[in-house]
């Protein structure tokens, strides 16, 4: 987790400081509101009140910064000694307070079971699975989710294959340490930066693809299964043009098979449909009188 800066810290405080005053201002310099302090004895529309509420409110904020200053050390202490401060994610657990000795410092275990799932997905993504595939073969062996969820999603893979618990290593600002569960790692730490580069590089073909100006129906058609958007892809292998659906982010109980058609296949099928639309009688009818309006307003505007 990112801790607040010391700019937005002062920005809040001058906030804070400017609604005071201006609540000053608005009611108690203008006798609407006589407000009194019970707890210091202060009257402040006096003065000597306001003076005494001013150094007051001055060393509440003193406090307060104070408070969120130890707190930022203390977490940059926890990452520097390699626990990790965020959440822990799929495949980890915190030793709670009742499990560990007399003394001993907070840390981390493995759970074996999810584990187990963590290096088969890995293992799967080597292989040049995609994050969606990953998730839809999960979902057919029956593989609970992280966190209670009702199903896997391709987001919650990539979170997977992103954490570097995995490799011994603990997040520290944008930087990697050593963690103090080093040794129960599963992947070293050379082959996750490798993970991470994969991932940055498939991030960057996906949006290329998804940019492309040869898919006009992308993100306008639907898949008549599920409801998802189809997405266009280059079929390397023969050059052509795809579409295929992305999949059964939509529907929570039955997955959509995976099917992809020829762009040129959909495209004719869709522009055959909207030519059958365009010659019925009544849109040629609307046709008619939007244009008629259009030139109408094109005569005016000359005629100005």
Not at 144 to 150: C, E, F, Q, R, T
Request: charged share 30%; net charge positive; hydrophobic share 35%.
């Amino acid at each position: 987790r990112s801790t607040p800066s010391n700019s937005s810290a002062a920005s809040d405080v001058y906030k804070r400081q400017l609604v005071w005053s201006e609540f000053l201002h608005a009611y108690v310099d203008t006798g609407k509101v006589r407000l009194v302090d019970l707890t210091y004895n202060l009257d402040f529309s006096s003065p000597f009140g306001r003076l005494a509420a001013d150094i007051v409110s001055k060393f509440a904020e003193f406090e307060r910064e104070m408070i969120a200053e130890n707190v930022r050390n203390a977490i940059r202490k926890r990452l520097a000694e390699g626990y990790p401060w965020s959440t822990v994610g799929y495949g980890w657990r915190r030793i709670p307070k009742s499990e560990r000795g007399p003394g001993e410092p907070p840390r981390i275990e493995p759970v074996p079971e999810e584990l187990e799932q963590v290096k088969r997905i890995i293992d799967w993504f080597r292989r040049g699975w995609g994050a969606r595939r990953i998730a839809r073969q999960l979902q057919r062996e029956g593989v609970l989710p992280p966190n209670g969820a009702k199903r896997w999603h391709r987001i919650g893979v990539r979170r997977i294959i992103e954490n570097p618990l995995h490799a011994g290593l603990v997040r520290c600002g944008d930087e990697f340490v050593r963690g103090a569960h080093f040794e129960q790692r599963i992947i070293e730490p050379e082959e996750y930066y490798e993970l991470l580069e994969e991932l940055r590089k498939r991030r960057k073909e996906n949006r290329k693809r998804t940019d492309d100006n040869l898919f006009p129906l992308w993100k306008v058609a639907r898949c008549i299964r599920c409801g998802a958007p189809i997405q266009g892809a280059h079929q390397h292998r023969y050059g052509t043009r795809m579409y295929r659906c992305r999949g059964s982010d939509f529907d929570e109980h039955e997955t959509c098979r995976p099917w992809q058609k020829s762009a040129e296949l959909v495209e004719r099928a869709v522009l055959k449909h909207i030519a059958a639309f365009a010659a019925r009688p009544e849109f040629q009818e609307l046709l008619k009188q939007t244009a008629h309006k259009h030139v109408m307003e094109i005569q005016v505007q000359r005629l100005k």
